[in-house]
């Protein structure tokens, strides 16, 4: 597009304003919410929806997980060892990336429902269990239990957990930021029996026990989504506008957003430390906690940056059209209908309004939709009346970004209808005009119902009647 002819754009837009819609343009709908997910409705151009996810994952470690099942199979005594260990976090999240155009072109991340997951692993599950099942003087006997003399190091030593939330909670999002929690059972580290050492009644015991438990909580909120080459979106379901690449000066036919969440992974982990009284009688235990210790192991934030994802936006492209179009020589009172061609290079559906400002100019449709990679034409009427020489502007609104409004300056000329009178028969007759061939616009004339033609027949008709009666008088 011509420099000049975007200059007279940006001056015409107020102009442009104006005009109601007469199409269905994405941006002319309300903004997509997780209860009104309104996402690109069917029969709307301008608008493009692809699905991203999105994935984040800390490690410590590998997983270990060994299991040896319960052996020898079918065994009246079995045993069974399991040993599991963990030691990472993760965040996934997943969302659609909508993209609105004309002016601007805007991206907006919305989340897709429960597509949001924190889950952390932490610690150690130890397992060491014996099974009988057999039978004995007729008599069956079954238990399942802890190896005895293990009963100290098999538990579950870890802190694991999942949640499930709609992403990306950004700022403005209520439950920020995501917690999930976890404790590991409790683990006696010492113990005395004080009343058993001097006490030698079987069955009667006591003293004093260390007893350690963990516990982690783990945090997430979205900070921002970056988007390469634009302004990053900073709170839940905003928008951003992004710009063609650099160096380039259009968007044409498509763009390549590229663009990734940044967040905050927060643990706060404690060791309570728990020092009671026992008292064991006849098979029984009580015990009283004298304190709970609480000792801080971590609380801390880190940044979190998820992988870039990039996704391909088609676009509109109109191709490049005249800056000024004359219509030729057209009889007055007669109509002119010509073509002009409108050319998506684009991959997505091209829509344009066209606007006439005044006669003797218009268009035969207000809305024209052009599919990716073809062509239209679009009929533009010219009906002179009375100036010899006419001119107006053909306002062209599109979903292109690059040439959201085009301008045609169009000009015309009327030619004056000629008329033969008849002086021996007292009448007078109007020549029709033929078809114009200035230029070989292939244009298409016509009497235009209810335009001048009809009115000047009519008064030339009534001049020949004059003549006529003056004649006789003679």
Request: aromatic letters at 8%; charged letters at 20%; one cysteine or more.
């Amino acid at each position: 597009m011509p420099s000049f002819l975007r200059a007279q754009a940006a001056r015409a837009l107020t102009v442009a304003l104006l005009f109601a819609p007469a199409g269905a343009l994405a941006q002319d709908l309300p903004l997509p919410t997780p209860e009104f997910p309104t996402i690109c409705p069917t029969g709307v151009v301008g608008c493009d929806s692809q699905d991203v996810d999105y994935t984040y994952r800390a490690s410590l470690f590998d997983t270990i997980d060994l299991d040896s099942g319960w052996v020898p199979a079918g065994s009246p005594l079995q045993l069974r060892f399991a040993f599991y260990m963990g030691g990472f976090t993760e965040v996934s999240l997943g969302g659609t990336l909508v993209s609105t155009w004309p002016v601007p072109l805007s991206e907006q991340l919305v989340g897709r429902l429960a597509t949001g997951s924190l889950a952390m692993d932490y610690g150690v599950e130890l397992l060491a269990r014996m099974k009988i099942d057999l039978d004995i003087a007729g008599i069956h006997y079954r238990w399942e239990g802890d190896i005895p003399g293990t009963g100290r190091i098999t538990g579950d030593y870890r802190m694991a957990n999942t949640a499930t939330f709609d992403p990306f909670a950004l700022p403005g999002t209520s439950g920020r930021p995501i917690s999930i929690y976890d404790a590991t059972d409790r683990a006696t580290v010492l113990s005395y029996d004080a009343i058993g050492s001097f006490v030698s009644i079987p069955g009667i015991g006591g003293g004093v026990r260390v007893d350690l438990q963990g516990e982690l909580t783990t945090d997430y909120q979205s900070d921002r989504i970056v988007v390469q080459g634009a302004d990053p979106i900073v709170e839940e379901l905003g928008t951003t506008r992004v710009l063609p690449d650099v160096g380039a000066s259009d968007f044409g036919p498509s763009k390549d957003v590229t663009l990734h969440p940044e967040g905050t992974l927060g643990y706060h982990g404690t060791l309570h430390v728990f020092p009671n009284f026992f008292v064991s009688l006849l098979g029984r235990s009580w015990s009283y906690d004298v304190a709970d210790l609480a000792i801080p192991l971590v609380d801390s934030g880190s940044n979190v940056a998820f992988d870039d994802a990039t996704v391909h936006v088609p676009l509109p492209s109109i191709a490049m059209l005249p800056s000024a179009w004359d219509l030729g020589e057209v009889a007055i009172g007669a109509t002119s209908e010509q073509y002009l061609d409108l050319v998506n290079d684009g991959e997505a559906p091209l829509l344009v309004r066209a606007r006439m400002i005044a006669a003797p100019f218009d268009v035969a449709t207000d809305v024209v939709v052009v599919p990716p990679h073809a062509a239209t034409r679009l009929a533009v009427y010219f009906a002179p009346e009375v100036e010899p020489t006419a001119a107006g502007t053909l306002f062209l609104e599109t979903n292109d970004p690059d040439d959201p409004l085009l301008l045609v300056m169009l000009r015309g000329h009327g030619r004056e209808v000629p008329v033969e009178v008849d002086a021996g028969v007292g009448d007078a007759s109007v020549r029709a005009p033929g078809p114009s061939n200035r230029g070989g616009c292939g244009c298409r004339v016509a009497a235009a119902p209810g335009h001048a033609g009809g009115e000047a027949l009519l008064a030339m008709l009534a001049f020949g009647a004059v003549v006529s009666v003056r004649r006789r008088r003679r």
